[in-house]
């Protein structure tokens, strides 16, 4: 009934644990795939003993080369698995026991409010760790700061609110995921506007895993409120327009796969919003005030309203 995707590469220092975690899990009606990109560390043998040592639970899968990124490595396993619910999981975490149970019964009692044809993606709180295990922050969201009421389209254009190795999906939001579109940011991001714009995002707000963080996170934990945070991200406009302008693509990409399926509203707004690099620094700032596609928090508001 559930598929859990987990993307490894060169993870041999803690991808063991992990997996152990997820095998540990209270309901265990899930098959665990994991698609190797390559490693050459040790991880590949790590994961093969334990699809050797729990057949039919473990799948071990690798790359015939690698995909560049982690985030190529999981679409294309969710564009290969699918299954009634759908879990993504990191290499270096460690998974809570309740985590696949407590997050189903969300996503059910979803389904049940819905319906079970709308696609659906659920999504958790962390507990934000160092890499051996000490608590950085109980709660992911206070650490960055985020606010994950802001599921409306205009919102995620700009802004991601869901972090992928947190996320449940049931089949009608995977089928909307039938080719890897020309550009997107991160999978899990590409998930969200799915949901905003054609279903729904469900928070469950728990932390429901460790979420490891060892400095060689591919996409890690940012403690916004920190002074150092504050003062980087203020002089690092070359940075955040970077940033920026991969929103603007990433829009356009949205736009092109799923124009059939959007409202004329959608339409307008993704279009509009994909064409901004092309506009002026007035015309933007308008733009963004008009249709609220601007980030949440002061630091992230001051940075596109100077830079953006």
Same mark, same amino acid.
């Given at each position: 009934?559930?598929?859990?995707?987990?993307?490894?590469?060169? +993870?041999?220092?803690?991808?063991?644990?992990?997996?152990?975690? #997820?095998?540990?899990?209270?309901? %265990?009606?899930?098959?665990?795939?994991?698609?190797?990109?390559? *490693?050459? &560390?040790?991880?590949?043998?790590? @994961?093969?003993?334990?699809?050797?040592?729990?057949? +039919?639970q473990v799948v071990a899968l690798q790359?015939?080369?690698?995909?560049?990124?982690?985030?190529?490595?999981?679409?294309?396993?969710? !564009?290969?698995? %699918?299954? &009634?619910?759908?879990m993504l999981c990191d /290499?270096? &975490?460690?998974?809570?026991?309740?985590? #696949?149970?407590?997050?189903?019964?969300?996503? /059910?009692?979803?389904?049940?409010?819905?319906?079970?044809?709308t696609p659906i993606l659920v999504h958790t709180d962390l507990t934000v760790v160092d890499g051996a295990l000490h608590v950085l922050d109980r709660s992911y969201r206070h650490a960055v700061n985020g606010n994950w009421q802001r599921t409306a !389209?205009?919102?995620?254009?700009? /802004?991601?609110? @869901?972090?992928?190795? =947190? @996320?449940?999906?049931?089949?009608?939001?995977?089928?909307?995921?039938r080719e890897e579109p020309s550009f997107?940011?991160?999978? &899990?991001?590409w998930l969200a506007l799915a949901a905003s714009a054609l279903g729904r995002i469900v928070l469950l707000d728990r932390a429901t895993m460790l979420y490891r963080q060892h400095g060689d996170n591919s996409v890690g934990a940012k403690f916004v409120r920190s002074p150092r945070y504050l003062l980087r991200r203020l002089l690092d406009v070359e940075g955040y327009q970077k940033e920026l302008a991969e929103t603007f693509l990433q829009s356009e990409s949205?736009?092109?796969?799923?124009?059939? %399926?959007?409202? *004329? +509203?959608? /339409?307008?707004? =993704? #279009?509009?919003?994909? %064409?901004?690099?092309?506009? +002026?620094?007035l015309g933007r700032r308008l733009f963004q005030l008009r249709n609220r596609t601007v980030k949440y928090g002061a630091t992230k508001k001051i940075a596109g309203f100077l830079f953006g």
């Open positions: 009934m559930i598929s859990i995707l987990m993307a490894s590469y060169n +993870g041999a220092s803690y991808i063991a644990a992990q997996i152990e975690s #997820v095998l540990g899990q209270t309901c %265990r009606d899930f098959t665990l795939y994991i698609c190797d990109d390559c *490693s050459d &560390d040790g991880t590949w043998e790590i @994961v093969q003993s334990y699809a050797q040592s729990h057949p +039919g790359n015939r080369q690698n995909s560049g990124s982690a985030k190529h490595n999981f679409f294309q396993m969710m !564009l290969a698995y %699918r299954d &009634d619910y759908v /290499q270096d &975490d460690v998974w809570l026991p309740e985590k #696949v149970e407590v997050t189903l019964a969300a996503m /059910q009692k979803a389904e049940a409010a819905h319906h079970c044809e !389209l205009h919102y995620e254009l700009a /802004q991601n609110t @869901v972090t992928g190795c =947190t @996320v449940m999906y049931n089949r009608a939001l995977g089928d909307l995921i997107f940011v991160m999978h &899990d991001w949205f736009y092109n796969m799923f124009r059939d %399926r959007l409202s *004329s +509203g959608q /339409q307008k707004l =993704t #279009v509009g919003y994909g %064409r901004l690099s092309e506009t +002026g620094w």
